[in-house]
């Protein structure tokens, strides 16, 4: 004859309110962090990102250098007659060309932290979603107003004279990093649709480079073709180059600048939220 152990019975372990308390944060829960305040962290780590690999800042110190040398000394004596002469003509539109060549890096970095998986952490936080998105750009802000500032001192040693003196120089920048970060979206959006980084520089240079050189940055549009001055009158980069020339120089063009403050505006809405509506579904 079998006989069969029954286990005994046993209760489940309900945990005292007073064990619960000890092990959660005391006092009350913290606040949700607002947009602006989530953005400037992201900004703050993008910044961060610098200070562990310097070699980052390159581009925005080496590359702004060696452009307005090379341009300045290869076409100053052919152009004006001298690299200082021409110098005057040329270093607001090779400032332009430089940061807004730097501004395709956005779009390059972004695509590298999704490939990493780093933003796929950033939407499980509770906090503004485009957070993540606006403190990137804000910390690139940082490089286009240094490569201004690297651009200027060069040409302040080479013999340049804003004739617009401090003032315009700041306005110049100004108009200069608005319009920049406008056109970051335009790369954080084709970041985000692109399989790689090398696919969002690719993409990138094929626009960036007939915008900045079928432009004003160098001659005079009226010593070109009439077919390629249709092109140059419409390109945004010369109506960027013209409002930043202009308010350098003392004599600010009002429809330039209007034209870049109102296209940046536009930029920002389009592209800003074609990149959230991608974001949000990627």
Avoid at 52 to 65: A, K, N, R
Avoid at 102 to 118: A, H, P, Q, R, W
Avoid at 135 to 163: E, S
Avoid at 225 to 240: M, R, S
Wanted: glycine share 10%.
């Amino acid at each position: 004859m079998s006989t069969t152990t029954v286990a005994p019975e046993t209760s489940a372990y309900t945990p005292s309110a007073e064990s619960i308390a000890a092990v959660l944060a005391p006092g009350e829960k913290p606040r949700r962090p607002g947009p602006l305040s989530a953005s400037l962290t992201f900004g703050w780590r993008a910044m961060l990102k610098i200070k562990h690999v310097p070699e980052q800042l390159f581009d925005v110190t080496m590359f702004p250098i060696i452009m307005t040398l090379m341009f300045t000394y290869l076409f100053g004596g052919a152009l004006a007659g001298s690299p200082r002469e021409y110098l005057q003509y040329l270093l607001p539109g090779i400032m332009v060309t430089s940061v807004v060549m730097i501004t395709m890096y956005t779009g390059v970095g972004l695509n590298t932290d999704i490939e990493k998986g780093v933003f796929d952490r950033f939407r499980t936080l509770a906090v503004w979603r485009p957070a993540a998105l606006v403190g990137m750009i804000f910390g690139d802000l940082l490089r286009y107003v240094l490569a201004a500032l690297v651009i200027m001192g060069v040409g302040l040693v080479l013999g340049f004279r804003p004739g617009g003196g401090v003032m315009g120089v700041a306005a110049g920048i100004g108009l200069l990093v608005v319009f920049s970060f406008a056109f970051s979206w335009i790369w954080t959006w084709l970041g985000l649709i692109l399989r790689s980084e090398k696919s969002v520089m690719g993409v990138s240079m094929l626009v960036l480079f007939p915008l900045t050189f079928l432009s004003n940055v160098f001659v005079q549009p009226t010593t070109m073709p009439g077919w390629l001055q249709a092109f140059v009158d419409v390109n945004p980069i010369t109506q960027l180059v013209a409002a930043v020339r202009s308010v350098m120089t003392g004599a600010p063009d009002a429809g330039a600048i209007t034209w870049v403050l109102v296209a940046s505006v536009v930029c920002t809405a389009v592209f800003g939220a074609l990149t959230m509506y991608r974001y949000n579904r990627k």
